[in-house]
């Protein structure tokens, strides 16, 4: 059964350095998304991407964050900067043809900023 | 505002013992998914289930759309079936794309 793959599944960096977070994504899903999930908190949101492009974004991704699928399989979160706030354990998902169906996560990304 | 609400928060049980985890949501939506993390905090789909009922095993989801919430019974429990449960919504008004996420019920089974 195909799934959903993310590297690494754990990086350290110090504060002010750039991330990249990689995903990939099941090959026939069409709609990609990252989530983050600090330590003992819910899942939250961060953004949704379809036809290359961002369709939506939540408050919490703002001009530090970037996404790109550089290459149809890949798909990349880059933090610019990294702060202590940004450790969280980083989530990336999937879905088919629309956007309303069954999301498939990854295992996830668990990043720790020092 | 847009709302997920899970209820209880925490839930110990002995082994063998049923539960029944409850999401209600706040609005109208066409996509509700829940989840179990797991002690390694990946995400494991158990359902998808915008409407109706579904069975998997010892585990079953019902969703009543219209009024707006979702319930997952766990049946026979074992000490396998612990940890987080998440409810999650995709909201049909034209809201964000992503799922939204409610708090988790952290289920502890105890043998």
């Known amino acids: 059964e195909p799934e959903v793959t993310q590297t690494p599944s754990h990086q350290v960096t110090q504060m002010g350095q750039e991330v990249i977070l990689r995903c990939v994504p099941i090959?026939?899903?069409?709609?990609f998304y990252w989530y983050r999930q600090i330590l003992g908190q819910k899942v939250e949101f961060l953004v949704s991407?379809?036809?290359?492009?961002?369709?939506?974004k939540s408050e919490i991704f703002d001009d530090q964050f970037s996404v790109e699928r550089p290459d149809g399989s890949n798909f990349t979160l880059k933090i610019r900067s990294t702060k202590l706030e940004d450790s969280a354990m980083y989530f990336c998902?999937?879905?088919?043809?629309?956007?309303?169906?069954?999301?498939?996560f990854g295992p996830g990304t668990r990043l720790t900023v020092l | 505002g847009i709302q997920v609400e899970q209820s209880p928060p925490d839930l110990i049980l002995q082994e063998g013992a049923n539960s029944t985890l409850r999401c209600n949501f706040s609005?109208?939506?066409?996509?509700l998914q829940w989840f179990h993390q797991n002690p390694w905090g990946q995400l494991i789909n158990l359902f998808y289930?915008?409407?109706g009922t579904k069975q998997n095993g010892r585990l079953s989801a019902t969703t009543v759309a219209t009024e707006r919430y979702s319930l997952l019974y766990i049946s026979s429990s074992q000490t396998t079936d612990s940890g987080v449960y998440f409810c999650?919504?995709?909201?049909?008004?034209?809201?964000?794309?992503?799922?939204?996420f409610g708090k988790g019920t952290h289920l502890i089974i105890q043998p």
């Open positions: 998902a999937g879905a088919g043809l629309a956007a309303y169906n069954e999301q498939f």
């Open positions: 090959s026939n899903h069409l709609y």
């Open positions: 991407f379809y036809n290359n492009e961002i369709s939506e």
């Open positions: 609005d109208s939506v066409n996509n």
């Open positions: 289930i915008p409407s």
């Open positions: 999650a919504v995709r909201f049909s008004g034209g809201g964000a794309d992503g799922l939204t």
